[in-house]
């Protein structure tokens, strides 16, 4: 192969990039740095297979995690024969193949059936209205006073409790026989008797009404596979593999059986924060465990951030142990990219720094939703689409993301708010509430997924961050990184 193959998409490919396409095995781990083109290494790989390996287009297939990433990952490839899906649309290419009818649940239906659960259901059945005044002891509860309680806070904050541990539930591929580990782990948690009648509610209401929710597909797509050779692909590729939850291996797990292909996956641990989705790291740092013999290639040069700005921010993140260890490595130098800019006044800082960065786009991001808001009055924007607004009475056309929706983004220049200690600044002190702790992986290193969130945020700039720092209350993070600055 000359040195024009490795040419993608005008880019030559590094040594690293070279070996991960070309020294392949039957299970391959690709631990891809922020900004270290994991997206042309993957293409390489599929041009690889197709000009060298001689594999035909529709023996690969290519998995993403959101529709998002599918798209631009298949304008990218400019191969329409070969698949490319999320896992959720790879089930249902796979269910093509029964003939049973069904319909997928609006998002809202799991919400909906909790909340006819307690208006309808709860207060006939002695058992569990009884553990209800348990788990609400201090309230006396006539019909009347149980209805008004419905409407509270308190209420609407057990509801989303329910609906999140419903959802680790099902992306942790659980079984009802686990409910006696959760019963006896937990002392007999009186909601704990709540979620699992609601649960079977839930499923009951799903099948009067032939319903599968996300997770169903998925499940169902892996009965198939274990029953009848199904898949015909030879490759398949995995992006963003950090972010994958135990459903999602075990259905991998039976597609790669059921059509025996090879496997490939690409992902940077540093970049893994969808914990509270039931995203678990553990799987993709012990893949050996999971698919043995499998090898791992490291990719580390990175082409968006300087190596000024790249130490920075992998020391930072390094610094909890069980961290895959890179040498994140760039050509391009900058002096002092991050940058902490102290504030009295938030609005007039952030517009500071607004009228000082010289050109190119903006980027701000924030730990919450509502982040901005605490930096610029709410009348003074108008929002556009998709996160950019035009600040009133200056001609700046700005974004501002979550950190969480800028992953997978990049900007000439970020400026990143926020940055207090308290509940919900950054690192956000809230603590999961303890009937969690039964149902997803419990953290090792304190803060780990928030430090990673903070990593993701740094590495998004191709020069310059802004670390916007109220005098007081600084972040745990500021102070810890300012050190280094």
């Known amino acids: ?26 299970y391959s781990l690709i ?21 060298i390996q001689k594999r035909k287009p529709d023996e690969i297939l290519c998995i993403s995690f959101t529709n998002e990433s599918v798209n631009s990952l298949k304008e990218k490839i400019k ?24 319909e997928i649940t609006e998002d809202s239906f799991l919400n909906k059936t909790i909340h006819i659960f307690f208006k309808e259901y709860l207060w006939e059945n002695a058992f569990l209205k009884k553990q209800f005044q348990i788990l609400y002891k201090k309230i006396f509860f006539t019909k009347k006073n149980y209805l008004t309680f419905l409407k509270s806070k308190i209420h609407f904050e057990t509801v989303q409790l329910i609906t999140t541990f419903i959802s680790l539930y099902n992306t942790n591929n659980l079984e009802k026989k686990d409910f006696k580990v959760f019963f006896k782990e937990s002392n007999k948690n009186p909601l704990l008797f709540l979620i699992y009648a609601i649960l079977n509610f839930y499923e009951s209401e799903k099948a009067k009404k032939h319903l599968l929710d996300f997770d169903d597909l998925i499940k169902k797509a892996m009965l198939l596979c274990a029953s009848k050779k199904i898949c015909t692909y030879k490759e398949i590729i995995i992006d963003e593999f950090q972010d994958t939850s135990q459903l999602r291996l075990d259905f991998i797990r039976e597609v790669v059986k059921n ?29 050996q465990n999971y698919f043995k013999g499998a090898k791992t290639f490291k990719i580390e040069n990175t082409y968006r951030n300087s190596q000024e700005l790249i130490q920075l921010a992998g020391n930072f993140v390094m610094r909890n142990p069980l961290q895959i260890q890179k040498n994140l490595r760039s050509s391009k130098h900058l002096k002092k990219p991050i940058q902490i800019v102290r504030y009295i006044n938030p609005y007039r800082s952030l517009l500071k720094i607004i009228k000082k960065i010289p050109q190119g786009e903006i980027l701000i991001l924030g730990r919450n939703n509502f982040d901005i808001y605490q930096f610029i009055p709410k009348e003074k924007i108008n929002w556009q689409k ?6 009133e009475n200056y001609s700046y056309t700005l974004r501002y993301l979550t950190i969480h929706k800028s992953k997978g983004l990049e900007s000439d220049h970020v400026i990143l708010i926020n940055l207090i200690n308290s509940e919900i600044g950054l690192p956000a002190k809230r603590k ?38 109220p005098y007081i209350h600084e972040s745990n993070f500021v102070k810890e990184i300012k050190k280094d600055i």
């Open 259 to 287: 059509s025996n292909a090879n496997l490939t996956v690409v992902g940077d641990d540093f970049q893994s924060i969808y914990k509270f989705s039931g995203c678990d790291l553990n799987i993709f740092l012990n893949f």
């Open 1 to 26: 192969m000359n040195d024009d193959f490795f040419i993608i998409n005008g880019y030559p490919l590094d040594e690293q990039q070279k070996k991960a396409i070309l020294e392949a095995s039957k």
């Open 432 to 469: 999961s509430p303890a009937l969690l702790n039964l149902i997803q992986s419990k953290d090792n290193f304190l803060y780990e997924e928030e430090r990673r969130l903070f990593y993701v945020a740094l590495t998004r700039t191709k020069n310059y961050c802004y670390l916007l720092v």
């Open 386 to 391: 998709r996160g950019y607004f035009i600040l």
């Open 31 to 51: 631990v891809a740095g922020a900004g270290s083109g994991k997206t042309l290494t993957m293409i390489g790989k599929i041009k690889y297979l197709l000009e």
């Open 79 to 102: 191969n329409n024969a070969i698949s490319v899906f999320t896992f959720h649309k790879l089930a249902l290419h796979i269910l093509k193949e029964t003939d049973e009818y069904f």
